[in-house]
């Protein structure tokens, strides 16, 4: 057995080293013992330093040695005010373990690190800890609701909604805020989409605060564009981007279903297997097409000039999406792209048509500053994941707690 040694600093501030044994099993217990020498009265605020001996020993797991697991055990000392009556006396707080916590403030951190983007099974297995401790970790340090102190500005709001289960009916809602600094941060879970909610909600937000709101990025749901614009007149209401592509795509993609419906009746079983891998690539864009996607989509069109159509006018509104320089040109584009799905015949873009005029202003306010929403910022497959892994998760002070851990953890914790 090697004999080697080494010395790791111990990076705990304000204590004394008594003693490190290893014990039979091969972990440390580390002894110490605090070397400050007062306490700040629990009744009348002032330093005290009259020493009352010490409470009983405490010894809390810390983080793991090369492996070995490691505890700290100290015992707490305690303090008597002689200026209050009754000389009451008080714990000395200290900084890397909290009262009552089940193991040391730098344990606490290392367990929260691991639940970034995990479950409480996950962890709890990795670390050898009973559910509940994993779980007392994120109750004691994980607020359930926003600090709103913690921000100066808040730049661009977004409301998203997601179904907790699949399905269901009911949605919560999600509101961020994207950051002048580009770091998408979690305000809100919201119970349900009702107008009376969301504007509660949005009333809460202190009134300076507030006012640093420039935009709110959100589906196209009546509800919220009325709400944000009582709630929030100064600010501009953008309908975001990846839910009217949606709405397009989709509308296109029924041109497809009906066309390779018929296609396969009409055709001999040998053409039609030329088709193969059109629907993959019907969905995808020009630009991201292989040369082997670009012959059949081309096959595919020579068989459908209807469904050639919708594909190139799909394009065509990405396109503007994509690159019209302001919002004026995109009005303009977006006019002659109306002109000509009218004069193409296709009824597949219909509805579109009506929602583009309906929130004319809303979608076009896109071409502003390109705002979006938390979704697309990657909280729509953070979420997906959480729901995944947190299946009922339904109380929504943990579903702060573990979206806004995910979201900020790495940040705040690292
Ligand atoms: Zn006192």
Known sequence: MSTAQITIPLDIPDVRV???????????????????????????????RKSYGSDDWVTVPHLPILGRPVYRRY??????????????TTTQPLMWHTPNSPQTNAYDTHLLLQLVNATIEEVSLKERLPYDIVLGVIERRIAQQVDW???????????DEIALKKGHRDFVVIVTARLQDGQVVLLGVLPDREKVTVKRFLLSIPTPLRETIETLCTDMYAGYIQVAREALPHVRIVVDRFHVAEQYRAAADTVRKQELKRLKQELPQADYQQLKGSLWAFRKNQADLSPEEQTV???????SVELAAAYLLREELTAIFEQAPSQAQAQTELRAWQERVRHSGLTCFDAFLNTLDHWWTEITNY???RDSSGFVEGLNNKIKVLKRRCYGLFNLGHLFQRIFLDLEGYRLLA
């Open 297 to 303: 989509l081309a096959r595919l069109f020579e068989y």
């Open 367 to 369: 071409l502003v500053h």
């Open 149 to 159: 102190t913690r921000y100066t500005a808040l730049g661009r709001l977004g409301l």
């Open 75 to 88: 015992r707490p000392k305690r303090y008597r005010c002689d200026s209050c009556d009754g000389h009451p």
């Open 18 to 48: 008594l003693q490190t044994p290893l014990t039979a099993q091969g972990e440390f217990i580390i002894t110490v013992e605090s070397t400050l020498p007062s306490a700040v009265c629990h009744r009348c605020g002032q330093m005290i």
